[in-house]
């Protein structure tokens, strides 16, 4: 069904002049305005409205008295999602938690309340990412839990406390869905252990990623259209999403909460002192995330430089093995070649002494064979026989000869 079909049945069923919208989901009443008038903020622009995701403009349009009605509406199309009872009436209370020993952290919650049914719901707007909000809000969700156990009262005593935390970031990387919901349960059978606990986290950048993606309905929708709402304006960014407003302007027409709250939003916004309070409050969040990107800029460069610096070093430290293990190679080749060299003069030496021998043996063989040469000479015996016989030369024969004439 088009918002066309859905406006025309709504026409036909000749509604009481009620602008009340409910926020369980019923389908929008329309009622005639005047031409012009759901004409909200036509001379404000929408830069000029206060991001309603830093914590004093929340406060300041949901967290007051007069704006009461409002901030009821906000919480029910929260509740609903989970099957609470519809809340009727809420008192703000203190948002300072006592300690309960001097030394405890003091807590200042972004906004309380208690139900008409004595149930407490805390919600907490967290613009920047800490990287502690789940367990901030478990504390949170503690202290105010025991806070009202006083000297003398029982555990009956204690009340179902719920926690919204809404974070301007990217929360949980297990789901796209900007709306996750936690209770207690049994592991195994996955029944509620209480309703004494609640948890509701809603994530700033996953709703407008649904918003583009064609996800979220605010027409049918309560919940899409207050987290639309409070997407609309960006200011750390420096966006704006005007589509989303005019689709809310026109939902404002038979929505009179949501008119309300629009027309609250832009007063607050175009009032100086305000003004003026959300402008520091701003800076001081922009200050402070500036300084947390340059201090994680400078640990990064720092770790960046300590990883090369390790990885220079562990290089170092390969070059030097493999230097040492060179000159382990080298001392290794240098110790073969004394080896190598000792042998070599082994073999010249036994090659030296065999030499010796060798000449030795040669001297003593041509000694007898002299001796031979002459015992045959002796016997009368030719020059050539004696040299044939005794190997040697007939020079040799003959000089022995001349030797023995003599």
Wanted: proline fraction near 1%; charge should be negative; charged fraction near 35%.
């Amino acid at each position: 069904m088009t918002h066309a079909d859905l406006l025309s049945q709504i026409t036909s069923e000749n509604a009481a002049d009620t602008t009340q919208v409910m926020e369980n989901r019923n389908n929008y009443i329309k009622r005639k305005r005047p031409r012009g008038e759901n004409e909200i903020l036509k001379d404000t622009p929408l830069e000029n409205l206060m991001d309603l995701k830093v914590d004093f403009a929340f406060k300041q349009l949901l967290g007051s008295e007069k704006n009461k009605h409002i901030t009821i509406a906000f919480l029910n199309a929260i509740l609903q999602e989970t099957g609470r009872e519809r809340i009727q009436d809420i008192s703000f209370k203190d948002k300072d938690i006592n300690r309960e020993y001097e030394d405890d952290k003091l807590s200042r919650l972004d906004l309380l309340v208690q139900t008409e049914a004595d149930g407490w719901i805390n919600v907490e707007i967290q613009f920047s990412n800490k990287y502690n909000m789940i367990k901030r809000s478990l504390y949170y969700w503690s202290r105010i839990y025991s806070n009202p156990l006083g000297k003398g009262m029982g555990y009956k005593d204690l009340r179902p406390v719920i926690a919204i935390n809404i974070v301007n970031f990217d929360l949980f990387s297990q789901t796209e869905r900007f709306h996750t919901t936690y209770h207690l349960f049994e592991d195994e059978e996955q029944f509620k252990l209480t309703d004494e606990m609640e948890f509701h986290y809603f994530e700033m950048t996953k709703v407008i990623k649904h918003w583009k993606e064609g996800k979220l309905d605010p027409w049918t929708s309560p919940l899409a259209k207050w987290f639309l709402l409070l997407a609309m304006v960006d200011h750390r960014t420096g966006k704006v999403y005007d589509e989303i407003y005019k689709v809310l302007e026109e939902i404002s027409v038979y929505d009179d909460i949501l008119r309300e709250t629009l027309q609250n939003w832009k007063e607050l916004s175009l009032e100086q002192e305000q003004r003026l309070a959300y402008e520091a409050r701003l800076k001081q969040i922009m200050d402070e995330e500036s300084f947390k990107r340059e201090n994680e800029l400078i640990l990064q460069e720092a770790a960046q430089k300590r990883k090369e610096a390790d990885q220079k070093t562990k290089e170092a430290d390969q070059k030097t093995k493999e230097a040492d293990q060179k000159r382990k190679e080298a001392d290794q080749k240098r110790k073969e070649a004394a080896q190598d060299r000792e042998m070599a003069a082994q073999e010249r030496k036994k090659a030296e002494q065999l030499r010796r021998e060798d000449e030795q043996l040669r001297r003593e063989n041509e000694q007898r064979m002299k001796t031979l040469a002459r015992q045959l000479l002796e016997k009368d015996m030719g020059i050539d026989f004696v040299a044939d016989s005794t190997g040697l030369s007939k020079h040799e024969v003959t000089d022995i000869l001349r030797d023995l004439q003599n």
